[in-house]
């Protein structure tokens, strides 16, 4: 894994940001001693709301196959936004909840990354075939109404915000999976 991790931070290149908040880089920890399974929450007990987010903090880039499960995290994406229970804010607070500073902060570049998908999905510059592929067959992306989707991704980002989340991930380009998605 270390070996990985060094030749994909070698291929990507970068420098590291400045523009780094001290209270909240003392607590984010992207470093050769931790790896990608440390960043990823993954509750106890999970209901389907639950199942939905850990979808979308398990999304992958840079491999076989990462388009298709992009697109599976996409669709869980829409499918937590178009919830009718009422119970998606709860759910992601509870998530939230069990979460330490690292994993929050992951967990808000996957959603961002995860949302670019789901937009272009429904905005139809991504193929929505690619879903068929996925798994996600199924899925009925033209009842998605593009308007809850906004508003989960307003309400999200608020908690993030809230719970102190500064995207520290973006001061670290030469780390993967970071490097994949920044300049």
Same mark, same amino acid.
């Given at each position: 894994? !270390?070996?990985?991790?060094?030749?994909?931070?070698? !291929?990507?290149?970068?420098?590291p940001?400045?523009?780094?908040?001290?209270?909240?880089?003392?607590?984010?920890?992207y470093?050769?001693?931790?790896?990608?399974?440390?960043?990823?929450?993954?509750?106890?007990n999970?209901?389907?709301?639950?199942?939905?987010?850990?979808?979308?903090?398990?999304?992958?880039?840079?491999?076989?196959?990462? %388009?298709?499960?992009?697109?599976?995290?996409?669709?869980?994406? #829409?499918k937590?936004? #178009?919830?009718e229970?009422?119970?998606?804010?709860?759910?992601?607070?509870?998530?939230?909840?069990?979460?330490?500073?690292?994993?929050?902060? =992951?967990?808000?570049?996957?959603?961002?990354?995860?949302?670019?998908?789901?937009?272009?999905?429904?905005?139809?510059?991504?193929?929505?075939?690619?879903?068929?592929?996925?798994?996600?067959?199924? =899925?009925?992306?033209?009842?998605?109404?593009? !308007?809850?989707?906004?508003?989960?991704?307003?309400?999200?980002?608020?908690?993030?915000?809230?719970?102190?989340?500064?995207?520290?991930? %973006?001061?670290?380009?030469?780390?993967?999976? =970071?490097?994949?998605?920044?300049?």
């Amino acid at each position: 894994m !270390a070996v990985l991790m060094a030749v994909t931070m070698a !291929a990507c290149g970068n420098e590291p940001a400045s523009n780094v908040d001290k209270n909240q880089s003392a607590q984010v920890e992207y470093s050769d001693e931790s790896s990608m399974t440390d960043w990823i929450y993954v509750p106890e007990n999970a209901d389907e709301l639950t199942e939905m987010l850990i979808t979308i903090d398990r999304n992958v880039y840079g491999s076989a196959g990462a %388009s298709l499960q992009q697109a599976n995290a996409a669709v869980s994406l #829409m499918k937590f936004a #178009m919830d009718e229970s009422g119970n998606a804010e709860e759910a992601f607070t509870n998530y939230l909840d069990g979460m330490n500073e690292t994993q929050k902060d =992951f967990f808000s570049f996957q959603w961002q990354q995860v949302l670019k998908t789901a937009d272009a999905l429904l905005d139809g510059s991504e193929d929505p075939a690619i879903l068929e592929d996925a798994g996600d067959a199924d =899925f009925d992306i033209e009842a998605v109404d593009k !308007a809850k989707v906004t508003a989960i991704n307003e309400t999200v980002t608020e908690l993030l915000h809230e719970a102190g989340v500064t995207d520290e991930w %973006s001061n670290h380009p030469d780390t993967e999976p =970071f490097c994949y998605v920044l300049d």
